[in-house]
């Protein structure tokens, strides 16, 4: 059977809201087909890294800590909570094994309520990435080249068709677009995925991707809620669902 491959990365600041992202998929998620998981690991300590693993373990997913070469991406742009992990994805084709030709990207600060099969699914076809749209940013896209009737998505849940990527050469054209235009970007990792893939990435509902400061006004039931912004949950914030987050690391036994 087909595995479903879920990649995310985090630092120690993030290994909690990480352990409740990961329960909250494995838990929620419905369907036969299992799940291999990778953590890209930014010197998580040794106590992180079973906090992580014993919040899951009743799931039985094989868990994988992976290192990175973190020194391509040392020297680039970071801007508050945005910090250098958030490169990270870029290194996702080159980490995985080359057999592997899908990976699903989830940012940490998230809970999944649906069954992620479903997000998985998704036949991207040429695509390079499957993603959700990031309304409210049309004001960037002179900055970044792309065109008026492009939309822009958020990066924090990317389905990503490895093979194209790879073909592609993808990380060697962002790292060259980031050092070429570093006064234009504003939004670490998503401007120059967005500049780069504005007619290569595959539209998907936004209730897979929840964005809690832009989607406030839709009637939608998310499947994957995302705490954007500093204003997380577990820093003090209440915004929309932020009891969603506490309600899944209690279950976890993370408080
Ligand atoms: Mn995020």
Known sequence: METIHIVTAANNKYAEPLAVMLYSLLKNKTSDMPVKIYIIDSRLTFQNKRKITKAIQPYKSEVKFLKIDSSRYSQLKTSGHLTKETYYRFSIPDI????????????????????????????LGNNIVGAVENPGLTHRFKDLSIPETSKYFNAGVLLINLKKWREK?????????????????????????NALLHNKWLKIDPAWNYQVFRYSDLKIEPSIIHFTTYKKPWEGYKPNFFEEYFKYAEEAGLN
């Open 169 to 193: 050469n993808m990380t060697k054209h962002l790292l060259h677009y980031i050092k070429k235009n570093h006064s234009k970007i504003k939004l670490c990792s998503q401007d120059p995925l």
């Open 96 to 123: 995985l094994d080359k057999t592997i030709q899908k990976a699903l990207y989830l940012d940490c600060d998230m809970v999944v309520k649906g069954d992620v099969t479903d997000l998985w699914n998704h036949d």
